[in-house]
């Protein structure tokens, strides 16, 4: 059984449909990358997954419980084990590095501060941060505010973790420190839905790919199926355009 | 005219007079404090209300909206006088300072809510998702995202409406609360110029007000561009 | 204890009241209107004048948006006499509403002035457009765009504000509720009566102004 099965989810922004009938299973310990052209709605089914846009039809079932997106009681328990990192970073503005990677597990998991403080360190440490404990976001580099984000992501512990372009805002350094971080989340076991832009990098981490334009899932498979071998023309139109950059 | 003044100079400025105009400069101030300081809560009070989710609280929430779009329009004499003659129809004895502090905090709640709110919209609301993907409970997303990032909007216009209220306290004047331009009438009335009395009185009124219209135009230039 | 509301002798004075609102509004559109003319000299010497001019600009703006309206009407009322000067109350109020509604505007005039030297004259200058191209294609355009809702906000204050001259007996709508109150005793129900009239009024008066605002302007303004 997948640890995340979609099953035909639909969602719309006012009368734009922006996801039609989208079904992906995500096994666990198992790497999902989305890709697609902008626009093709990559952001909105991640969005969609954590309830940020409710979803029109279909169905969510995260182990073998389907997530009711009008409850909030049933909502509370989906987003106890997803955490997203959002493309544009999210942090807190007010608050310093360590406050925006701890608040959640002390105030919300109700964990005690030293022991969260303790590990908060080490994630930060992990994610070469280890100097910036008291900055603020706006004193920091993209790419840094990149890997607190991850880092407040990882502090929940989640089952599941979601990953929005987060090498996109980076110049060409960074990308390569934010991708060594995420590769080694996949080394470790964490399940993963990456949205990602960098094609060698989809081709080496994840286990499986999938294609989406038009708020659709064009083509889902293997990285060496969709890449070296796409069945469908959109999908083969797609990888010859990124192939060439 | 100058004549006038320079023989009633030294008669005006008495221990006793200025004792009476300083306990009613007292008295505006603290009809001002009060009117901000309880405006001030039950405008966040009304923001959080009409921020509110769920079905439950929509009478709630349409009359928090109700409230504050009626109370932004009316005069705030009326409004003094609707507070004087019903709070007298049920409760005789009220003092009319607390009736005056009523109808002030009636209006400064209406004016400061929606200064408040528009600094609950300033909050970035990527930042808003972030928490509610984090499950942050509504009292945390508050305390610790909102309230420290919208002060800073919510000050300088505050501090302008609070300017305005010091202003509009010379209206309690009209029912009888021994503030500055109650004063001012009652000396006028014992024979002093007008010049002299409204004169002082006028610039009692410009030394509290004008430091804190300077203040809050300054902080609106120092808070707006920094973050933290 | 029991105070009962009883609005049938206040009902037969609606009519009396409304034509109290027709005096409020007169008096709001008269400091408005001379008031603008005011504000924009102020505003204008405060940008343009020399030491002397923004001095004096300066400290009438200070004096009167610091001090309060109320007795600045009492004063021109009851003082003036002082010194021969008699004005009726409507005269009274009307010039010291519009000495206010001068100040306020000045400042608000000011605002809108310091946002377009700042931001799009270089950039029409940098295009090559002359002067007078600059001031009609630009500047105009752009402070009808950014003052339309400041000032119509402005405009709905004065309405409110124009209450104080009944403390001078003016009979505007305040005036005559307090009229009626002596008369009748039934003081809450007529200041009841009178608060739904300004309600009344003044977001009429407001959705006027943003239909203006959006076809004269393209400015969009919240009505409730
Ligand atoms: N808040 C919104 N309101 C209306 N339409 C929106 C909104 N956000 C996104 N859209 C539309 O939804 C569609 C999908 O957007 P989405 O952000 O999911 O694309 P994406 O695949 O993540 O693109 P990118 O690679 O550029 O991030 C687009 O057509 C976009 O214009
Ligand atoms: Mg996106």
């Given at each position: 059984m997948p640890l995340l099965a979609i099953e035909g989810l639909s969602a719309c922004y006012g009368r734009l449909k922006?996801?039609?009938d989208v079904s992906i299973d995500v096994e666990k310990g198992g790497v999902v990358a989305l890709i697609g052209p902008s626009g093709s709605g990559k952001s909105t089914l991640l969005r969609a997954l954590v309830g940020l846009t409710k979803p029109t039809s279909g169905l969510v079932r995260f182990g073998d419980e389907t997530i009711r997106y009008d409850s909030a009681a049933s909502l509370r328990a989906a987003r106890r084990r997803m955490s997203i990192v959002f493309q544009q970073y999210?942090?807190?503005?007010?608050?310093t590095v360590l406050r925006n990677v701890t608040v959640a597990p002390v105030m919300v998991q109700r964990r005690a501060r030293a022991t969260v403080e303790a590990e908060a360190r080490d994630v930060l440490a992990k994610v070469g941060?280890?100097?910036?404990?008291?900055?603020?976001?706006?004193?920091?580099?993209g790419g840094q505010q990149q890997r607190v984000a991850i880092a407040r992501a990882l502090m929940l512990r989640p089952d599941l973790l979601l990953l929005d372009e987060?090498?996109?805002?980076?110049d060409p350094e960074l990308v390569g420190e934010v991708l060594d971080t995420i590769r080694t989340l996949a080394a470790g076991g964490m399940t993963m839905i990456v949205v990602s832009h960098e094609m060698g990098f989809v081709r080496e981490v994840a286990d499986t790919v999938v294609m989406m334009d038009g708020g659709k899932v064009i083509e889902a498979g293997t990285p060496a199926e969709l890449f070296d071998h796409p069945k469908t023309e959109r999908a083969g139109a797609f990888m010859a355009k990124v192939r060439r950059p | 005219m100058l004549a006038l003044l320079a023989e009633q100079i030294p008669r005006f400025f008495t221990w006793s007079n200025v004792a009476f105009l300083a306990g009613a400069a007292g008295t505006t101030l603290l009809l001002t404090a009060l009117g901000s300081g309880i405006g001030a809560a039950a405008g966040l009070a009304i923001v959080l209300v009409r921020t509110s989710r769920g079905r439950l609280l929509l009478p709630l929430r349409a009359a928090a909206v109700l409230y504050v779009e009626v109370f932004r329009r009316i005069p705030f004499i009326v409004v003094l006088f609707i507070v004087l003659f019903s709070i007298q129809a049920v409760a005789?004895?009220?003092?009319l300072f607390t009736i005056a502090v009523i109808a002030i905090c009636l209006v400064s709640t209406a004016f400061l809510s929606e200064v408040i709110r528009a600094g609950f919209d300033s909050v970035p609301r990527q930042q808003l998702e972030a928490a509610a993907v984090m499950n942050f409970p509504r009292w945390l997303v508050v305390w610790s995202v909102i309230l420290p990032q919208a002060w800073k909007v919510v000050l300088p216009p505050a501090i302008a409406f609070l300017v305005m209220f010091i202003k509009d306290t010379a209206l309690a004047s009209q029912m009888g609360v021994v503030e500055l331009t109650f004063v001012g009438k009652t000396l006028n009335n014992r024979g002093f110029s007008s010049l002299l009395v409204f004169g002082t009185v006028m610039l009692i009124y410009f030394a509290i007000s004008w430091p804190l219209a300077r203040l809050g135009r300054s902080l609106e230039k120092h808070l707006a561009p920094s973050r933290h | 204890m029991d105070y009962v509301l009883q609005f049938g002798q206040v009902a037969g004075q609606v009519p009396y009241l409304l034509g109290g609102a027709v005096v409020s509004m007169e008096l709001a559109v008269i400091s408005f209107g001379l008031g603008a003319v005011i504000g924009l000299a102020c505003a204008s010497l405060q940008a343009y004048g020399g030491r002397v001019a923004r001095g004096v600009a300066g400290a009438y703006v200070g004096l009167f948006t610091n001090t309060p309206a109320f007795i600045q009407i009492y004063f021109l009322f009851n003082g003036l006499p002082e010194v021969g000067v008699l004005l009726p109350p409507f005269a009274a109020a009307a010039i010291g509403l519009t000495l206010v509604a001068g100040a306020y505007l000045a400042e608000i005039l000011r605002g809108g002035f310091a946002s377009v030297r700042r931001s799009e004259v270089e950039a029409a200058e940098v295009l090559g457009m002359s002067r007078l191209q600059t001031i009609q294609h630009v500047v105009v355009p752009h402070l009808l765009r950014t003052l339309f809702a400041p000032l119509s906000g402005f405009f709905i204050w004065m309405v409110l504000g124009s209450s104080i001259s009944a403390l001078i007996g003016v009979e505007e709508l305040t005036g005559r509720a307090i009229n009626v109150s002596s008369a009748t005793l039934r003081s809450i129900e007529v200041f009841l009566v009178a608060a739904v009239i300004y309600v009344g009024l003044t977001i009429a008066a407001t959705a006027l102004l943003a239909g203006v605002g959006r076809f004269a302007f393209r400015v969009r303004m919240k009505v409730i």
């Open positions: 922006v996801l039609q999210n942090l807190f503005q007010n608050m941060l280890a100097g910036k404990h008291a900055a603020y976001p706006d004193q920091l580099s987060v090498t996109a805002a980076l | 005789p004895d009220a003092s | -």
